[in-house]
């Protein structure tokens, strides 16, 4: 990868950036350690709710060595009128090397990006816009499975039109050489999907796929007349993974879901444990990954040596 102080977009990566980290996470997850040069300071800036996304991260930075300083958006500084930016120029100053961000709004992160911070700045999660470390997580997941990616057919299943997690797949899948596939309610597919894969209904995918990935519906962004329409068993019906429908997946495919996973809807609470689902693995391989981004970041800063790293 060209070097950069900054992980914020899929599209920053091509074939061979996606590969280093997954080889890299690989190498982590094997036992792989690093050594920092100096005392190495993360802080995780969330503004919206986590669970899983912002204790990978901090996972990820404690295996590293790094110290974490808590952020809560409740009691900082930003209820008195201050900046995202300034709040991150803030923690630069004193000594933060590494800030997690993740904020409703759409690329948030251009304008940091383009003020050039000294710290470095991981985006985990931009409104309906982009999932980086997510969507490198779910690229491990199926290639342990699969060895590869060309060739594979990928089902993106739910709630697309509000999902950085869809966004961020559909473009790393198609670069890689997987042929995406979307389903769910038609008026949650917009046209910047259509580019990327085409839409099918979900019986007539469940024969086909070698991945169902499946997407929580997120009642966050819906209007509110939509949250008052919404009929959970209806959706599951629909669109959600029936102990019928998967009884016709393929006996090699596998089942992914970015959770958190509403049981009875997106799938049915049978499956989320179920011999083909991967969706704990993802989670635990999401440490490995953001291991592997937090490290390239790190050694382009010289924090620590590159020749530690997997090649």
């Known amino acids: 990868m060209e070097q950069t102080n900054d992980l914020v977009s899929v599209d920053q990566f091509n074939n061979q950036d996606v590969m280093a980290i997954l080889h890299q996470a690989q190498a982590f997850q ?12 993360a802080m995780n800036l969330f503004f919206e709710n986590s669970t899983r996304t912002h204790t990978s991260f901090e996972m990820a930075e404690r295996r590293l060595g790094l110290q974490v300083l808590a952020f809560d958006p409740k009691t900082s500084s930003m209820t008195k009128g201050e900046s995202l930016l300034d709040t991150l120029k803030t923690i630069q100053a004193i000594g933060v090397d590494l800030a997690v961000v993740r904020h409703p709004q759409n690329a948030y ?10 710290l470095s700045l991981i985006n985990a999660g931009d409104g309906s816009g982009q999932h980086p470390s997510q969507s490198l997580l779910d690229m491990l997941t199926i290639y ?30 198609t670069q890689l050489g997987a042929t995406v596939y979307f389903s769910g309610p038609k008026h949650w597919i917009t046209n910047d999907f259509t580019a990327y894969g085409t839409y099918q209904p979900l019986d007539d ?52 879901h970015p959770a958190p996973v509403n049981r009875g809807v997106e799938l049915a609470s049978e499956l989320v444990d179920a ?21 390239q970041l790190l050694a382009h800063r010289g924090l620590v040596n590159v020749d530690q790293l997997e090649v």
């Open 30 to 41: 094997a036992g792989a350690t690093v050594q920092l040069k100096r005392p190495t300071f």
């Open 109 to 118: 992160y251009r304008p940091l990006v383009q003020a050039g911070l000294g």
């Open 144 to 173: 342990q499975e699969f060895g590869h990616f060309d060739g594979l057919k990928i089902a993106i299943v739910g709630d697309i039109s509000h999902s950085r997690v869809a966004r961020s797949n559909m473009e790393l899948l």
């Open 205 to 256: 995918l469940v024969k086909e796929m070698d991945v169902l990935m499946f997407l929580r519906v997120q009642h966050e962004r819906l209007a509110a007349d939509s949250n008052a329409a919404f009929d959970a068993a209806d959706y599951h019906q629909r669109y959600g993974l029936t102990l019928a429908r998967a009884a016709k997946m393929p006996a090699h495919a596998i089942i992914m």
């Open 275 to 295: 011999p083909q689902s991967r969706i704990f693995q993802q989670m635990t391989n999401g440490v490995y990954v953001r291991m592997a981004m937090i490290a």
